[in-house]
């Protein structure tokens, strides 16, 4: 797949983040990004256990490379606010409170060793589910997607 490379300007350099620097904050940012961000970033950060990750176009990018540290805390907030079209970074604003993108960011600014928390459990559950029937077994459970129903009764 041919990558093609877009720039986007990224607002808000100057903007400080009024989240204290405080393990009490990061450990909030850290539930917060567990609860929305680790589906695509795994739970360090750095894509960890994320099957899709770096087959995505862009792929999804690694917290804690030097390329996203080196934006500013503010530009770090502009994209949780706004998002980036046409990646599938969504926009957070409406979602999520000011004060929680702010304390996301101090979580981002202190992650974790690469792999040191694991695959993400919806991911483990999914390989074990694949490992089971590559097996020729039956998974014990299956999923479907949120408000939708299944075609039969199994």
Not at 130 to 149: D, I, L, R
């Amino acid at each position: 797949m041919k990558e093609v490379k877009k720039n986007i300007t990224v607002g808000g350099k100057d903007d400080q983040n009024p989240a204290p620097d405080n393990q009490a904050a990061i450990n909030e940012g850290k539930e917060h990004f567990g609860h929305h961000c680790q589906i695509c970033h795994g739970l360090d950060g750095q894509n960890t256990g994320v099957p899709f990750a770096t087959q995505m176009s862009p792929p999804v990018a690694d917290l804690k490379s030097g390329d996203i540290q080196a934006y500013t805390d503010g530009q770090l907030h502009w994209i949780l606010v706004n998002g980036i079209n046409p990646s599938g970074m969504p926009a957070w604003k409406g979602i999520l409170e000011d004060d929680e993108m702010w304390k996301i960011v101090r979580y981002i600014r202190h992650l974790p060793d690469k792999g040191s928390l694991g695959t993400p459990e919806v991911f483990k559950e999914e390989a074990e589910e694949h490992k089971q029937m590559e097996s020729g077994g039956t998974p014990q459970h299956h999923h479907h997607p949120a408000g939708s129903k299944p075609e039969s009764k199994h």
